[in-house]
Every structure is written in structure tokens, then in C-alpha cells.
């Protein structure tokens, strides 16, 4: 299911007059939210229209013979006709699956976010297995965006059950004889979306102009609104809904963290940007990382206190596994 001529028209209409059907400027991001459940690792993220569920899980697994210091991280899409009608019958969801595992590997795993060698238990023969399951349950673009926000909030959400050793077994403690762990996350990687839109139907009218031309300017960090006024066909907008995401024909993601460290940059579509635009793209990517690595912070804060009023600054939790060896 995609949009009629007839809408692609007035959002292209809306566009050229400097404005978003939602009311934001290209340069404006939808509020993220994030919803913590009473299990450890469960979020649901709502970034406008756009909610998707995050549940983490461990097992403990054998190693990888290649890295047998290091614990596993598994991440799984669930994309359906549920999320969208464009996703029925699983015939449109492959790439965009396919995409959102990869980046929120490319943004957690590659950029070691979680330390996989916390994970280990013994060295090549017992680890953690972590399982992120992300289940989409409306899609209004920014899939990545809040798939990567909602994976880190849980993980850093989630806690371990204790372990310990006795001979060759794996003792798991319950929560009554020891409080659960956090898992080891180093940074918090936050990722931001800009996808190119051509304001004319032919896209080849505004193909004459560069996106070196349309991104470049030495005073402003986006030089959007000189491009509507010297009359340029072809714009840049953060976080774009379904509809923007549908019309646009090319688009930038960059992962960053509060550190003003860039995690990846990924580039799809459109021609060669100069050094300059791409260096604004990530000063914006930066202050959106710091903004919802703080909201982040302020939600696991909330949610600790009200998890354990009354106790005496112990981390509980009614869900932990019940201790038991493993085989």
C-alpha cells in the first residue's frame, strides 16, 4: 500500500513553502518517548505515530569458537502487516528488516557499546546469549532511529541474574540470595535519519543541482531554507515520516554518542556530499545524541526509584531466573 499521487503532491506543495505537514522545521526531530515495563529489558519507544516494543532476554550459551572470551548478542525484527499495511503478507518488509538489523548491529555491536566480554562466564565453554526481540506495532517512518534508541534503553534497562561456579556447573542465583547485575553498556549510541526529497516530480529537474550545493553554507548548520529561496528543487529533512520516507531518493544516517564520537555513517542514494555538509549532519546527529541519551537517563532513574520504593537501594526484580545449574 503506498500514498496517492495526490498527497505525494501536496507534501511536496507544503515542502517548497518551508513547512512540515507536522509543523516542524526540516532541521526538527519528532519527540521520542520511552515506557519502561515491570520486566527488566521491556521498553516501548514512540517517536510520533511510529511505536515499536523492546524485549530483552538472556541464556546461557556456548562461546563462538572464534571468540571464546566473549559473550553473544542476538537481535531480531519482527516487521508485519501489524506495524503497516505495506508489510502484509511479509512481501515489502525484507529490506527494510534486512536494514534496521544491520544498523542497530553497526551502531551497538561494531561500535562496542556492550562489552561482549562482560558476558563471558568461562572462558570458551559458558556466556550469556542476549537476545534484543524488537516488535513494531505502528510505522510512521524513523524505523531505525527508534529501533537503535529502544535497544540501548533496554539493554541498559535489563539486568543479569548472578552467576557462579562450582566445579563444572554454572550456578544462576535467584534474586533472594543475589541482586541481578546491569549489563556493561560503554556508551549510548543514538541514531539520526535525513532523507533527500526532490520538490519537483521529475527528480531529474533538481538532479542539476548538487547535493554539495544544496547542503553547503558557512554561516548555518543546513542550508534549507536558501535553498527554497534561491529557488533550488531539492531539500534535506531529520526524521521523516512514512510519507517523506516514500517520496525521498536518497538518505544519510549517522550514529552518534554524547561524546561527540561517531559510531557509523551510513550513506544510500543521492550524489557525493562535501566534507562540509556531512560535518553539519553530525553536529546535529551529536546534540540529538545528548538530548535523548539525557531523557534516557532520566527515565531509568524514574523507573529505579519506583521499582524499589521502599526498599533499602537494592535492585529487585519478581522476574529474575530461579537458581539452577546448567548443563
Same mark, same amino acid.
Given at each position: 500500500m503506498s500514498s496517492s499521487n495526490i498527497e505525494q503532491d501536496f507534501l511536496r506543495q507544503v515542502l517548497a513553502e518551508g513547512l512540515r505537514?507536522?509543523?516542524? &522545521? /526540516?532541521?526538527d526531530a519528532r519527540e521520542i518517548e520511552f515506557n519502561f515495563g515491570a520486566e527488566?529489558?521491556? +521498553?516501548e519507544v514512540k517517536l510520533g505515530k511510529t511505536r515499536l516494543v523492546v524485549q530483552i532476554s538472556a541464556s546461557v550459551k556456548a562461546p563462538r569458537s572464534t571468540a571464546p572470551f566473549e559473550g553473544l548478542f542476538h537481535i531480531t525484527t519482527?516487521?508485519?502487516?501489524? #506495524?503497516?499495511?505495506? /508489510?502484509?503478507?511479509?512481501?515489502?518488509?525484507?529490506?527494510?528488516? @534486512?536494514?534496521v538489523s544491520r544498523m542497530i548491529e553497526k551502531s551497538i555491536i561494531r561500535s562496542n557499546a556492550l562489552d561482549l566480554e562482560s558476558l563471558c562466564i568461562v572462558a570458551g565453554k559458558r556466556?550469556?546469549?542476549?537476545? #534484543?526481540?524488537?516488535?513494531?506495532? !505502528?510505522?510512521?517512518?524513523?524505523?531505525?532511529? *527508534?529501533?537503535? *534508541?529502544g535497544v540501548i534503553a533496554a539493554l541498559l534497562h535489563f539486568r543479569l541474574p548472578d552467576t557462579s561456579i562450582d566445579g563444572e556447573? +554454572? @550456578? %544462576?542465583?535467584? @534474586?533472594?540470595?543475589?541482586?541481578?547485575? #546491569?549489563l556493561? +553498556?560503554?556508551?549510548?549510541?543514538?541514531?539520526?535519519?535525513?532523507?533527500?526529497?526532490s520538490l519537483s516530480k521529475d527528480e !531529474? =529537474?533538481?538532479?542539476?543541482?548538487?547535493?554539495?550545493?544544496?547542503? =553547503?553554507?558557512?554561516?548555518?548548520?543546513?542550508?534549507n531554507d536558501k535553498n527554497l529561496e534561491y529557488g533550488i528543487r531539492k531539500i534535506a529533512v531529520l526524521d521523516p515520516t512514512a510519507l517523506e520516507q516514500e517520496i525521498?531518493?536518497?538518505? $544519510? $544516517? %549517522?550514529? *552518534?554518542?554524547?561524546?561527540?564520537? %561517531?559510531?557509523? %555513517?551510513?550513506? *544510500?542514494?543521492?550524489?557525493?556530499?562535501? &566534507?562540509? #555538509?556531512v560535518y553539519n549532519y553530525s553536529e546535529q546527529a551529536f546534540d540529538r545524541a545528548l538530548k535523548i541519551t539525557d531523557k534516557i537517563q532520566r527515565e531509568l532513574k524514574k523507573d529505579f526509584e519506583q521499582r524499589n520504593k521502599g526498599n533499602l537501594g537494592t535492585d529487585l526484580s519478581k522476574n529474575a531466573l530461579n537458581e539452577r545449574p546448567v548443563e
Open positions: 505537514p507536522d509543523q516542524r &522545521s /526540516f532541521n527488566y529489558g521491556n +521498553v519482527d516487521l508485519s502487516s501489524m #506495524a503497516h499495511p505495506k /508489510f502484509e503478507n511479509g512481501t515489502s518488509n525484507g529490506v527494510e528488516k @534486512i536494514m556466556c550469556w546469549m542476549i537476545r #534484543a526481540d524488537v516488535h513494531y506495532l !505502528n510505522y510512521d517512518g524513523g524505523l531505525v532511529d *527508534a529501533s537503535c *534508541a556447573n +554454572v @550456578i %544462576i542465583h535467584d @534474586i533472594s540470595e543475589r541482586p541481578p547485575v #546491569a556493561s +553498556v560503554l556508551h549510548i549510541p543514538i541514531s539520526s535519519t535525513w532523507v533527500y526529497i !531529474n =529537474d533538481a538532479d542539476n543541482v548538487g547535493d554539495d550545493d544544496m547542503n =553547503d553554507s558557512d554561516n548555518d548548520i543546513d542550508s525521498s531518493h536518497g538518505e $544519510i $544516517i %549517522i550514529t *552518534a554518542n554524547k561524546n561527540r564520537e %561517531i559510531c557509523q %555513517i551510513t550513506k *544510500a542514494g543521492g550524489k557525493l556530499l562535501s &566534507s562540509s #555538509a
